[in-house]
């Protein structure tokens, strides 16, 4: 633990003074903050996302090397050879990926890279001015809902000028009827489970 602490602390030191968009936590959050603080000093934050997309897109399509991902107890040396390999495999790989790559070679954190690549794209959309927006419905809403739902986000006092929104759909039947909607860190639980449930409760204290 102390070594990987340690490691993410250098990588971290490269690229002094350069500030994320955003807190993340965990172990993933910890490791994506590192590398997006020292692509931006020493490359550039476009070409370090594109890099994590390439590795995670070559990683799902060849199973053997999502194999040696999810391995644990790989050797350092073959760890290091795995390195190796996807440099080979991506030869426009972001020199600040290869060098956090290394890094996660030494911690042996290979199993984490696809959840630090979420946590890095959330980072690089905030980066990037985009204000993520989730809708859960209890069916898929028509183009049409959903357009109208955004433009009323966006007049919202949590999109700011000069920022882009960018909407989910996401289905759960569980709410019975209504929506949630959460942007950034705020939720309007605007369901019909949310409303049984109040009113559920507001019975039994009735009684």
Do not use: C
Not at 40 to 51: D, G, L, Q, R, V
Not at 130 to 152: F, G, M, P, R, Y
């Amino acid at each position: 633990m102390f070594a990987s602490r340690l490691s993410v602390r250098s990588m971290a030191t490269v690229a002094k003074g350069v500030k994320p968009p955003k807190q993340l936590f965990g172990i993933d959050g910890t490791y994506a903050t590192a590398l997006f603080t020292a692509a931006s000093k020493s490359t550039s934050i476009e070409a370090a996302n594109k890099s994590l997309g390439d590795l995670e897109a070559l990683v799902k399509a060849d199973p053997k090397l999502g194999e040696f991902f999810a391995n644990p107890a790989l050797s350092l040396g073959d760890r290091k050879l795995v390195v190796s390999t996807l440099k080979e495999k991506i030869p426009s790989l972001d020199a600040s990926v290869t060098n956090f790559l290394t890094v996660l070679a030494e911690n042996n954190r290979f199993a984490e890279l696809g959840a630090i690549t979420k946590q890095f794209s959330i980072l690089n959309e905030a980066f990037n001015g985009v204000v993520e927006a989730t809708v859960t419905s209890a069916v898929a809403l028509d183009n049409k809902t959903l357009s109208k739902i955004q433009t009323a986000i966006s007049k919202s006092k949590y999109v700011a000028a000069g920022q882009t929104l960018k909407i989910t759909n996401q289905v759960n039947p569980e709410i019975l009827g209504g929506l949630v909607v959460e942007v950034a860190d705020r939720t309007a639980d605007l369901s019909i489970s949310s409303k049984v449930s109040r009113l559920n409760k507001a019975l039994q204290e009735a009684i």
